[in-house]
């Protein structure tokens, strides 16, 4: 449950430097505005954000599975690509008129971490993404500290379906190419981290088929690089 103290904030609002058209946001303090009189949490994008609890998380998890049972991972999938997709054209435009550059002539690595930077300040993890095989048309993006598996703990099957989507979503948007996602390998199954694989449906399919015969993430990668 979000918790709101009422004190006036003491930071000074956030200016532009003088002479300067660009930022350095890359901190807590800097990133994110409380306005403790109307509860409300701001972020340096004007996004408004919500405090939750991590109970939230583990009831709506079980809410959905009560509801729509094994659906459920479906439901979180396009709920995040939905995300995903509709914050390819929020992040464009403040991008655009943070930097004074367009995403298609940036570099690759530092629009990525450009635009998932907002979500390691909210609590969603941090990543790496391993671009090697994007010639071969698919891409493997670490996660670290999943606010999903984190809270739901070793419960032994892949639960960060919500990430999933939001990858395929952005991704998608992103590139205009069809493209999908999908966790190979999860903390909520012991593991030191989560590891998503993003490429084409027919891709996604076959690593989707190939952990259901029990094959590891390290397998998955082998295979794929040997198609």
């Known amino acids: 449950m979000a918790s709101v103290t009422t004190r006036p904030d003491p930071r000074p609002a956030v200016t532009m ?32 954000n919500l405090l939750l609890s991590e109970d939230f998380i583990v009831g709506l998890q079980a809410g959905l599975e009560r509801e729509v049972g094994d659906a459920s991972a479906a439901v979180m999938y396009t709920i ?34 450009t635009w998932w930077w907002p ?32 809270t739901l703990g070793d419960v032994g099957k892949p639960v960060c379906h919500l990430y999933a ?5 952005f991704f998608t948007a992103m590139t205009s190419r069809e493209l999908a996602c999908i966790e190979i390998q999860c903390y909520a199954m012991g593991e ?19 952990i259901s015969e029990g094959a590891s993430a390290r397998e998955i990668e082998q295979r794929l690089h040997q198609l």
Not at 89 to 98: C, G, L, P
Request: aromatic share 20%; hydrophobic share 35%; glycine share 10%.
């Open 119 to 150: 979500f390691t300040a909210q609590g969603w993890g941090k990543w790496e993404v391993e671009t090697e095989s994007k010639q071969k048309g698919f891409l493997f993006i670490n996660l670290f500290d999943s606010m999903v598996a984190r």
């Open 17 to 48: 430097p003088v002479g300067r058209d660009k930022h350095a946001h890359y901190s807590y303090r800097d990133f994110f505005r409380f306005n403790w009189d109307q509860g409300t949490i701001v972020d340096w994008n004007n996004t408004q």
């Open 165 to 169: 989507g939001l990858f395929a979503g």
């Open 192 to 210: 030191t981290y989560c590891k998503f694989l993003l490429g084409s449906q027919e891709r996604i399919d076959a690593a989707n088929f190939w």
């Open 80 to 113: 995040g690509r939905e995300w995903g997709t509709r914050d390819a054209q929020h992040f464009s435009e403040w991008y655009e008129r943070e930097y004074g550059i367009g995403v298609r002539q940036s570099n690759l690595l530092f629009l990525l971490e």
